[in-house]
T-cell receptor, first 110, second 116 residues
Framework: KNEVEQSPQNLTAQEGEFITINCSYSVGISALHWLQQHPGGGIVSLFMLSSGKKKHGRLIATINIQEKHSSLHITASHPRDSAVYICAVRKETSGSRLTFGEGTQLTVNP | NAGVTQTPKFRILKIGQSMTLQCTQDMNHNYMYWYRQDPGMGLKLIYYSVGAGITDKGEVPNGYNVSRSTTEDFPLRLELAAPSQTSVYFC???????????????FGEGSRLTVL
C-alpha cells in the first residue's frame, strides 16, 4: 500500500463546477505539497502547508494533520485547470525528501 | 531569474551508451533533486543533494551517478543505458528552512529519454 494515496485517479468536470481532490497519507509528516503538472509535462508548485488552510486565487488547500488528510479545491473550474494534480509529503523521518502520490488527472470540459 | 534549467529536453540513446543530463538553478537553493517519472506513475527520487559536495541516494539510484561541485549545478549521469531507463527526468530545487525542512519546490521542464 502506498504511503500517499490520492482520489480520485481521474476526474472529469464541466466548466464552472467546484472540484475536490483528496490526499490521504499513512505516515507522520512535517509538510504537504500540492503540485500541478501541465499537459505539456511541466510541474509547478501550488501549495506547501503543514496546518490549516491556504488560498491562492480559485485554489484552496486544506490539511487535517490528525486525520492525515488533505484536500485541494478548485472553485469555478475552467478548461485551463485541466492537468494532473500531485500530492507529496515530507515525512518526519526523511529530512528533505518527498514521497509522492500518483496524481489525479483532471479534465474540465467547456 | 531562469529558475531551474535542464538540458537536453529530448534524447534517444542506444543500449550501453552513456550520457549526462544537465541541471542548473540560479536561486541559490541548497537542496537539489533528480526524479524520474514513468508513464502513469508517480515521481520517484533518484538522487538528491543538500548542498555543494553532498549527495545521497534516493529510491531508485541504480544505473545513475550524480555530483554537486557547485551550488548551482547538479548533473545526472547515466552509465550503460538500459531500456528500463526510458523515462522523463525532472530536476528540482528548493530552499532550506529551519531544522532540515525545505520550502517550495521548483522544477525544470523535464528531459524525455528513450533508450533503444
Amino acid at each position: 500500500k502506498n504511503e500517499v494515496e490520492q482520489s480520485p485517479q481521474n476526474l472529469t468536470a464541466q466548466e464552472g463546477e467546484f472540484i475536490t481532490i483528496n490526499c490521504s497519507y499513512s505516515v507522520g509528516i512535517s509538510a504537504l505539497h500540492w503540485l500541478q503538472q501541465h499537459p505539456g509535462g511541466g510541474i509547478v508548485s501550488l501549495f506547501m502547508l503543514s496546518s490549516g488552510k491556504k488560498k491562492h486565487g480559485r485554489l484552496i488547500a486544506t490539511i487535517n494533520i490528525q486525520e492525515k488528510h488533505s484536500s485541494l479545491h478548485i472553485t469555478a473550474s475552467h478548461p485551463r485547470d485541466s492537468a494532473v494534480y500531485i500530492c507529496a509529503v515530507r515525512k518526519e523521518t526523511s529530512g528533505s525528501r518527498l514521497t509522492f502520490g500518483e496524481g489525479t488527472q483532471l479534465t474540465v470540459n467547456p | 531569474n531562469a529558475g531551474v534549467t535542464q538540458t537536453p529536453k529530448f534524447r534517444i540513446l542506444k543500449i550501453g551508451q552513456s550520457m549526462t543530463l544537465q541541471c542548473t538553478q540560479d536561486m541559490n537553493h541548497n537542496y537539489m533533486y533528480w526524479y524520474r517519472q514513468d508513464p502513469g506513475m508517480g515521481l520517484k527520487l533518484i538522487y538528491y543533494s543538500v548542498g555543494a559536495g553532498i549527495t545521497d541516494k534516493g529510491e531508485v539510484p541504480n544505473g545513475y551517478n550524480v555530483s554537486r561541485s557547485t551550488t548551482e549545478d547538479f548533473p545526472l549521469r547515466l552509465e550503460l543505458a538500459a531500456p528500463s531507463q526510458t523515462s522523463v527526468y525532472f530536476c528540482a530545487s528548493s530552499y532550506r528552512m529551519g531544522q532540515g525542512s525545505t520550502g517550495e519546490l521548483f522544477f525544470g521542464e523535464g528531459s524525455r529519454l528513450t533508450v533503444l
